[in-house]
Nanobody, 123 residues
Framework: VQLQASGGGLVLAGDSLTLSCTTS????????MAWFRQAPGKDREIVAG????????YVADSVKDRFTISRDNNKNTVSLQMDTLKPEDTAIYYC?????????????????WGQGTLVTVSS
């Protein structure tokens, strides 16, 4: 499966942005999906995830109440709605797919990765 992430850009603190990840090659419904991010000099960390079976979600504490993950299996797209952005949200954001049912914070749990999309939040 191929993952294509899009929607990044340069925004001001307090703005909103929506990232999208579109899959091709196999149905999105086959995968548990997640968004990770990696800031300069830092490890890649999970931001949010959504299970393939029941659609339950996980959102990291650092973005809780600001970020929302959703999926549209008919459109093979998973989205990350990001509100009230802060400068510390600046990072490259990656979508990832796992063939298992579970959401994991571990990067090696995911079989496929998108190319990343840069989000820059200016103060």
């Amino acid at each position: 499966v191929q993952l294509q992430a899009s929607g990044g850009g340069l925004v001001l603190a307090g703005d909103s942005l929506t990232l999208s990840c579109t899959t091709s090659g196999r149905a999105l419904s086959s995968y548990t999906m997640a968004w990770f991010r990696q800031a300069p000099g830092k490890d890649r960390e999970i931001v949010a995830g959504i299970r393939r079976d029941v659609g339950s979600t996980y959102v990291a504490d650092s973005v809780k109440d600001r970020f929302t993950i959703s999926r549209d299996n008919n459109k093979n797209t998973v989205s990350l709605q990001m509100d009230t952005l802060k400068p510390e949200d600046t990072a490259i954001y990656y979508c990832a797919a796992s063939s298992t049912m579970y959401i994991s914070y571990m990067t090696n749990y995911y079989n496929y990765w998108g190319q990343g999309t840069l989000v820059t939040v200016s103060s």
